[in-house]
């Protein structure tokens, strides 16, 4: 998928670095839920963006703590984040690699999504952590697609302050950044529901998920996915409680 285009229809990819990031700058500027907000640094239990639903019940404080950062591989979880994001009037992008697979956001649309408030920004592995910076001025949460080694550790403990600064949400992909999050999604997907020899359709996912705070395994419960006239809804199951683990 291609770099959102500018205010004027011009495609981002198409233009040098600096005009791409001078523009992006603008567009942050533009955006009435974000623009000429204070600087805040977010209050855990207390600014946190939610996720409603089962989904959200796994997770603490049933959101996402303003500032941090998650990592969350693709898939179902990570689409269901950016649709709880977008669905409530928030802004986010996905930040990729212009060479690499891209993330299929109709998953995320089919939970409710609003695409009209969703970037998707290829850009180069040299300039990630710049981008990122410039984003997190007027974004609610950006989930980056990249690995860990694309970004330096001098240049991280920048952003990092940046992002507590502004109470955006970095969501990384990738494994390799687990040591850096605050919290850490880890995702086992259980049999498919709905197929059948070689036909049929997906009619329901389930899903176990680890909550991982700080190193230390916190929560893990079960949560399903279901389709129905082309929307998918997160439910409970039905006979597989929640269970939390001893942290004392």
């Given at each position: ?87 409530s009037g928030r802004h986010a992008a996905v ?154």
């Amino acid at each position: 998928m291609a770099a959102e285009p500018g205010p004027a229809g011009t495609d981002l990819a198409a233009l040098p670095l600096a005009d791409r990031l001078a523009r992006l700058r603008e567009q942050m500027d533009a955006i009435p839920a974000r623009a000429g907000s204070p600087k805040r640094t977010p209050v855990p239990g207390h600014d946190v963006l939610a996720v409603p639903g089962p989904l959200g019940e796994l997770l603490p404080d049933h959101g996402l703590a303003r500032g941090t950062m998650v990592t969350c591989p693709r898939g179902a979880v990570l689409c269901g984040l950016l649709a709880a994001a977008t669905a409530s009037g928030r802004h986010a992008a996905v930040l990729t690699d212009p060479t690499g697979p891209q993330i299929g956001l109709l998953a995320a649309w089919e939970m409710g999504a609003a695409l009209e408030r969703l970037a998707v920004i290829a850009t180069p592995d040299d300039r990630a952590a710049e981008v990122i910076g410039v984003l997190a001025d007027g974004l609610d949460m950006i989930v980056i697609d990249l690995p860990r080694a694309h970004i330096r550790r001098a240049d991280f403990e920048k952003l990092r302050g940046r992002l507590r600064a502004r109470g955006a949400i970095l969501v990384a992909t990738r494994a390799d950044w687990a040591r850096q999050a605050h919290l850490d999604l880890r995702i086992q997907r259980r049999p498919t529901y709905g197929l059948g020899r070689g036909r049929g359709r997906v009619t329901q996912i389930d899903l176990d998920v680890e909550v991982v705070v700080a190193g230390r395994r916190v929560r893990q419960g079960r949560v399903v996915l279901r389709g129905c006239g082309g929307r998918t809804q997160w439910h409970r199951p039905e006979a597989v409680p929640i269970r939390l683990a001893h942290t004392g």
